[in-house]
Nanobody
């Protein structure tokens, strides 16, 4: 079974940066995004990108995180800057095969399992103080 594969997680000091990657080869999708889940906390949608390259961000990461995609490489990215210990969590990528879904709509459904969405297995990000 083809699965999304995230990479790029790890441990970084506060103020540092990481870039997460998500291999999306084999999937046809219109929008995609990233969410995270910290221990004993609810899932939090972070960033979404639609078929036209429009993006949407949660307030908690706006100005620090950047979502992008490379069609030629079939890869979704999340550039994370100015990381804080509060960013420590498991990070997941999601692709959604619903046509004409905007980035704003995608951000709102990232954390909801849908028949038309696929999640990766997650990559751990730990930010030390």
């Amino acid at each position: 079974q083809v699965q999304l594969v995230e990479s790029g997680g790890g441990t970084v000091q506060a103020g540092g940066s990481l870039r997460l990657s998500c291999a999306t080869s084999g999937y046809r999708y219109s929008s995609a995004g990233w969410f995270r889940q910290a221990p004993e906390k609810e899932r939090e949608g972070l960033a979404a990108i639609d078929n036209y390259g429009n993006t949407e961000y949660a307030d908690s990461v706006k100005g620090r995180f950047t979502i992008s995609k490379d069609g030629a490489k079939n890869t979704l990215y999340l550039q994370m800057n100015a990381l804080t210990p509060e960013d420590t969590a498991m990070y997941y990528c999601v692709v959604i095969a619903i046509s004409s879904m905007t980035a704003h709509q995608a951000l709102n459904v990232l954390t909801t399992p849908l028949d038309s969405s696929t999640w990766g297995q997650g990559t751990q990000v730990t930010v030390s103080s």
